[in-house]
């Protein structure tokens, strides 16, 4: 990577990890867990809840994000984990958000029940746990799990400004860049790699491309992606 590219990388990373880019953006509510948090008023299940089923929930624009994350939190009273662990769920085939379901978020609460009746938290779960233990889904080795690498970036990074920071146990420097279309198509114009398919291995070759300047913190480039896409309108 030529010292230009890098530059600009470091400028717009610098200049859109900034609160005031994603005040309509999912990570707006495991935030709001995280203040209350801090003041004593809620869990660390309140935020990883929060912050898994908004991260699943967020594909397609961002204020249809929020406002289904929204609806959401109403029905849940904004107490995601007594939510959770009451057990009474909306459990309807009717759209939650895209083609996700009410159904489909019940299944998600009911599987968060079994788990955290065994732990207090779920920083420990892999990857592939997450996917097909909570969120349901089939194995799937090549997939990027971008919902996930995104959940996982707001928990982990701790550098006080748009990432929460609350999962002290894991290390910043094995975050996955969270991979989706746009992030690979702006990836792509900026020649941080070359391989067509969009998937794991793409995720880390870019991750490893961004480590190249954060090599403590390659994750910190997803603000220079979202810094590419603002000033390529």
């Known amino acids: 990577m030529d010292q230009t590219l890098k530059n600009t990388l470091i400028e717009w990373a610098e200049e859109y990890n900034d609160p005031k880019y994603f005040q309509e953006d999912p990570i707006i ?89 065994t732990c207090d938290s779920i920083e420990g779960l892999t990857d592939a746990q997450i996917r097909c233990s909570v969120f349901g889904q089939k194995e799937d080795r090549k997939a990027p799990n971008k919902k996930i690498s995104m959940m996982r970036r707001w928990m982990v990074r701790d550098d006080g400004k748009v990432d929460l920071g609350v999962w002290k146990k894991s290390d910043r420097k094995a975050l996955i860049l969270p991979l989706d279309v746009h992030v690979y198509d702006q990836a792509t114009a900026l020649g941080l790699t070359s391989r067509r398919q969009k998937d794991i291995t793409t995720a880390h070759e870019i991750t490893d491309a961004f480590r190249e300047i954060w090599p403590d913190d390659p994750c910190k480039g997803d603000f220079a992606l979202f810094g590419y896409g603002v000033t390529h309108r």
């Open 29 to 117: 509510f495991p935030t709001h867990f995280a203040r209350r948090y801090a003041q004593g008023e809620a869990s660390l299940a309140d935020i990883e809840i929060a912050a898994l089923l908004s991260s699943h929930l967020a594909w397609g624009r961002r204020n249809m994000i929020v406002r289904d994350c929204t609806r959401m939190f109403d029905e849940m009273e904004w107490r995601p984990y007594d939510y959770v662990m009451g057990g009474d769920y909306r459990d309807e085939d009717a759209s939650m958000h895209r083609t996700i379901k009410w159904k489909d978020f019940a299944g998600i609460c009911g599987r968060l029940k079994g788990i955290y009746g």
